[in-house]
């Protein structure tokens, strides 16, 4: 903003400024401009004044237009002095307003600069997640082709398919859109997650965690491989032995009280 234009929106409104925080410049401009305007009207005043005078009073010794003129000479030129002041009121508030937009430039690079070094930070920190994230996904499929491998045939019919690389890649992209789903800044939209429908509770909108949609694949196949219990052997009907003489009379001997005949 130039020195026209602050005088150019001081003109309009030379006290609208009064009813909010200004800088001192900006006041001492309008208190400027009112004395400006009260030396203007003066001026004017002065001017139809000795424009009333008659021929017959100019000839006259004593001219009342010599005190008119006089006093125009004076206002003009305190009216000059008005304006130089003014000049210097606008070039100051001129570079009131340079030396503030270059602090808030300054104010406003710094916060750059910091907000810079905290995206330096993240994004190593993302490195370092993604490849953490890559690892574990890598040791999970490894882990799941190795449980593939030991399944019998049977079993593997049945279970293979939570074991499966391309199952458990959209379980992860599932598992990554759930922890950012609330963010307005999501790695993996919905649309790059499709089991993200088959795993949500649609009444509720709940997705479950990872861990506990593969920890219930999981179980099950634990349990479809546990050791089941060996089953007795199964008793004949007619195949109880009685027991032996001489092992009946022991028996009864050792039922007897001490001391009583046999």
């Known amino acids: ?17 009064s009813q909010q925080f200004v800088s001192k410049e900006v006041h001492d401009i309008g208190a400027i401009r009112l004395r400006l305007s009260a030396i203007d009207e003066q001026i004017a005043e002065q001017q139809r004044a000795l424009a009333a005078v008659s021929v017959d009073e100019v000839l006259a010794d004593s001219d009342p237009g010599d005190a ?4 125009l000479t004076a206002l003009r030129a305190r009216r000059d002095v008005l304006l130089a002041a003014e000049t210097a009121a606008l070039a100051a508030e001129e570079q009131r307003q340079a030396d503030e937009a270059a602090r808030q430039k300054r104010s406003r690079e710094r916060a750059a600069r910091q907000k810079i070094g905290e995206m330096s930070r993240h994004a190593a920190a993302a490195a370092e997640a993604a490849g953490a994230l890559q690892e574990h996904y890598a040791r999970l499929c490894e882990a799941g082709n190795a449980v593939e491998l030991l399944l019998s045939p049977e079993h593997r019919l049945w279970f293979s398919g939570p074991l499966r690389p391309n199952r458990l890649r959209a379980l992860v992209q599932a598992e990554q859109y759930r922890a950012a789903m609330r963010s307005p800044f999501q790695l993996v939209p919905r649309r790059d997650a499709p089991a993200v429908g088959a795993i949500e509770v649609i009444e509720t909108s709940f997705i479950p965690p990872l861990s506990e949609v593969l920890g219930t694949e999981l179980a099950a196949i634990r349990a479809a491989l546990a050791p089941k219990p060996a089953p007795e052997p199964a008793v004949e009907a007619g195949s109880v ?3 032996q003489p ?3 009379s022991q028996s009864d001997a050792a ?8």
């Open 1 to 17: 903003m130039g020195i026209r234009d602050i005088a150019r929106r001081l003109w309009r409104d030379p006290l609208s400024q």
């Open 68 to 71: 008119i003129v006089a006093k």
């Open 246 to 248: 001489d092992q009946a």
């Open 241 to 243: 032995t009685s027991p």
């Open 255 to 262: 039922a007897r009280p001490a001391g009583e005949p046999a």
